[in-house]
């Protein structure tokens, strides 16, 4: 079956394109949101040749197919129906979840479009601490003095893009998300970084003082800040499909992004950035608190709870946390706790494999194990462990086990968004030995936990 029998497909079993209202993508799934979900055919979109598994939360029926397959069936699903909710337009008569796996649904729309490019990123990170290791330099003769300058200048360019210029990436894709102008948003993200204002880095360094408006509203640009670009994408773009309904189409052209850019500007330097910025900084502070706990603690919690969020669809809220730590200080605490978890999984629903009688079970469970290896763990969430729960629960033990080992261990990420085996890439350097450590430990405790306790025929039985 190629990608438009897949599509097709798909779009039939969920109940045609008059049941679709509106179709995007995540990393690895297809999410749907239809008028009405009584019409899937669940049972047979998950025999689906590619299918990993489906699962219906936050409003949105998902289709778990897999990094790269899941965007080229997006796009030809959108052939199809004509219907990708590109420009955040949304029907209104249709509305799921209550209005908090609505808000986390929101952040998961406008952070999604940007991870491909910061995930680059903390590869690009990763690479040059590999390339410019005093050990790894000693094997071809070289010391770090050996490196030209503008051989330096160059990876910088690589790793620091990105995040100097974040506002204009998050407001993008708010505009874009809220039914704005893209354009307009890149540019009202741009003025929040404009080199005239001091930088953030500079100011929080203490180089430099902020700029002092009117005697008491200090304004700096907002390089590596998420919640400013976030709050002003959302008001402008509202604001400017306010005003193409009230301006006239003669002037429209001239008049509806002046104005959009001007009030917008005003609002984020003025007000939503002086505020958001320390509410930002108070997240974080909270977050990191918590993950630094003594002894451990807050790893052990996190590894172990943390897997909950995907069930309860609330992960998408941890972007925000890691795209600001990035930010911040070039690190990210919550990977390496965060893979622990994903690895643990993995154990689990190996020894169910190894175990089970069913040969169903085994088709799912093998590949599934794999998969999460491979850091996309919705499928043995989904499809194995979540079914049998045991496993589920001794996957949770095994990601405590490791996250309290990585947090005693100090281990931090240069990137995001890739775990498991890939994830090693965001390691390259003396922390890669300790990476994969945890992981095994994380993998092997899951593994024996659900082999003596997690699983057996009679639960197989049951579940059959």
Not at 335 to 345: F, L
Request: net charge neutral.
């Amino acid at each position: 079956m190629n990608d438009k029998e897949l599509a097709q497909k798909i779009v039939e079993l969920v109940g045609g394109t008059e049941n679709i209202v509106s179709v995007r993508h995540c990393a690895t799934r297809l999410r749907i949101v239809v008028s009405n979900k009584d019409a899937i055919r669940v049972k047979e979109v998950e025999t689906l040749d590619k299918v990993k598994g489906s699962f219906f939360n936050s409003g949105q029926y998902q289709i778990i197919l897999g990094t790269g397959l899941v965007n080229r069936i997006h796009d030809e699903v959108i052939k199809i129906t004509g219907n990708g909710d590109a420009n955040g337009e949304k029907k209104e008569d249709v509305v799921y979840g209550n209005k908090f796996q609505r808000m986390i649904r929101m952040f998961s729309d406008v952070f999604v479009p940007i991870i491909p490019v910061l995930v680059a990123t903390g590869l690009f990170m990763g690479l040059r601490g590999l390339l410019t290791q005093e050990a790894v330099l000693s094997v071809f003769g070289l010391t770090p003095s050996s490196i030209p300058q503008e051989l330096l200048t160059f990876t910088q360019i690589l790793t620091d893009t990105a995040f100097s210029f974040l506002p204009a990436l998050v407001c993008w894709s708010t505009f874009r998300n809220f039914g704005g102008s893209p354009v307009i948003g890149i540019v009202l993200g741009l003025m929040l970084v404009n080199p005239s204002l001091p930088s953030a880095y500079d100011v929080g360094s203490g180089a430099v003082q902020p700029l002092t408006f009117f005697g008491i509203i200090p304004v700096i640009g907002y390089q590596g800040s998420v919640l400013p670009a976030f709050a002003a994408g959302i008001i402008g773009a509202k604001f400017e499909k306010w005003l193409r309904k009230h301006v006239p189409d003669a002037i429209d052209l001239i008049i509806t992004p002046f104005i959009t850019l001007l009030v917008g500007i005003v609002l984020a330097l003025f007000v939503l950035g002086p505020i958001l910025h320390y509410v930002e900084q108070g997240v974080l502070f909270v977050v990191e608190n918590l993950l630094f706990l003594p002894m451990g603690l807050g790893g052990l919690l996190y590894g172990c709870f943390g897997q909950l969020l995907g069930i309860f669809g609330i992960h998408h809220i941890l972007n925000f946390l890691e795209i600001s730590m990035l930010a911040q200080d070039g690190w990210n605490y919550l990977n390496p706790i965060g893979t622990c978890g994903n690895v643990a999984q993995a154990g689990a629903v190996l020894a169910v494999a190894i175990k089970a009688v069913s040969n169903k079970t085994k088709q799912v469970a093998y590949p599934s194990c794999l998969s999460a290896l491979l850091g996309i763990t919705e499928p043995a969430v989904f499809g194995v462990n979540l079914r049998f729960l045991k496993p589920f629960i001794m996957a949770m033990i095994g990601g405590g086990v490791g996250g309290f080992l990585s947090s005693n261990l100090h281990l931090k990420a240069t990137g995001m968004s890739i775990t498991g085996i890939p994830g090693t890439l965001l390691y390259l350097n003396e922390q890669l030995p300790l990476y994969i450590l945890v992981n095994v430990i994380s993998f092997a405790v899951a593994f024996i936990l659900t082999w003596m306790f997690g699983f057996n025929k009679t639960m197989e039985a049951k579940n059959s």
